[in-house]
Structures are given as C-alpha cells and as structure tokens.
C-alpha cells in the first residue's frame, strides 16, 4: 500500500518565479492537505482541498494556490517567490470524515 | 486565539530514564488531537489521535493522554532509536494547528 507521495523532492528557484509541487494521497484517501515547514518549525497549515474545491485555508497569501485532480491528487502553486518562501513543504492526505492525517516525505524548496 | 504550546523545547535523556513530554492548546471546537513523530529532513509519521479528555493510548514505550487543556506524551525507558523531535497537533473545523516541537535526543 503506497502511502503518501510528493515530487520533486528538492527544488532550487530563484525570486519571482514560479513553482508547482505535486502530491498523491495515500490509496483510499480522498482529502489533502498543504504544509509550509520552516526549519526549527511547526508546519503551517496552507489549505485543504476535497471532492477538488479549496475547503479551508490557512493565513497564507494569494500567491499560494492550488488544485485537486478527479484522482484526488493535488498540486501546490506558489508564484513570486520569495526568500521567505524557502522551507520544506508538506502534503498530508485523509479520509473525508476521518481526522487523522498521513504525512509524505516533503519537498524542500530553496528560493535563492 | 487558536494555538498550540509545547514544551520543553528541548530534552536529553539518558537511556532508560522516563520522561513527559507537554503540549497545551487554546482552541473552539477541538475535534482531535494529533501526535507525529518527525526525523531530520522528513515528514511528519502519525504517532496517535485523541478525540476527548480522559482518553489514553499507547504504542510500544509510548502512551499519550488528554485533558481539556493539554496532552502529554509519555515515554517510558526510551532507546537511542526514540531520538526525534515530537509535534502536536489539533484540528478545530477543518483548519490544524501545529505546536514547534519537542526535540528529542536519547543518550546511550
């Protein structure tokens, strides 16, 4: 049983342009969540999509978009970036009605 | 405001020696809390969830407990292979709340 998936699993940018990260829920998952992590720091929640509408979000500016696909994955949109925007980015997928989260590996960005 | 609190920030154990770890939250509507186990430069490894005070729940030298305010993460005789930071989460609606973590380290 695949668990949760991400790519690429490094990232390299520069500011002011513009990165798509991907994720594939855990089989049998059909809600996923985004993370930012900074280094020493808690994840942030960015948002959550489901049946692939946007259902909650966090205190995260417009710049940070995304989109769930039929086959439940999700991409993650970040455009202008900034240095600030350097931090290992999370995707969590679930079971609609079921709380508990399931972690994927990360992609580490890096804004230069 | 909705927040999560955990402490220590840090704590180094001998092997064998036992150990709490906190974590207080200040949210409306809790409907879970979460603990996760993360190793350098990974994500986050579901640990356990608590849905009400009074509730307990253990895997190997683990066990978690929550109140109304706060849970603790107990570990008992710890090994080298628990070294970790340990996080917490609650989840009100559909938005989570993470704490910064409890780094662990265990000394042999």
């Known amino acids: 049983d695949a668990g949760v998936t991400q790519s690429p699993t490094h990232l390299i940018k520069t500011r002011g342009q513009q990165v798509t990260l991907r994720c594939s829920p855990k089989s049998g998952h059909d809600t996923v969540s985004w993370y930012q992590q900074a280094l020493g720091q808690g994840p942030q929640f960015i948002f959550q999509y489901y049946e692939e509408e946007e259902r909650q979000r966090g205190n995260f500016p417009d710049r940070f978009s995304g989109h769930q696909f039929p086959n439940y994955s999700s991409e993650l949109n970040v455009n202008a970036l900034l240095l600030g925007d350097s931090a290992l980015y999370l995707c969590?997928?679930?079971?609609?009605?079921?709380?508990?989260?399931?972690f994927g590996p990360g992609t580490r960005l890096l804004v230069l | 405001e909705d927040q999560v609190t955990q402490s220590p920030e840090a704590l180094r154990l001998q092997e064998g020696e036992s150990s709490s770890l906190n974590c207080s939250y200040t949210v409306s509507g809790l409907r879970g809390l979460f603990w996760y186990r993360q190793d350098p430069g990974k994500g986050p490894e579901f640990l356990f969830t608590?849905?009400?005070a009074g509730e307990e729940k253990e895997k190997e030298r683990l066990k978690a407990t929550l109140t109304k305010k706060e849970s603790f993460l107990h570990i008992t005789a710890p090994k080298p292979e628990d070294s970790a930071t340990y996080l917490c989460?609650?989840?009100?609606?559909?938005?989570?709340?993470f704490g910064t973590g409890t780094s662990l380290t265990v000394i042999p």
């Open positions: 989460a609650v989840q009100a609606g559909n938005q989570f709340y």
């Open positions: 969590a997928s679930s079971f609609a009605g079921q709380e508990t989260q399931y």
């Open positions: 608590l849905y009400s």
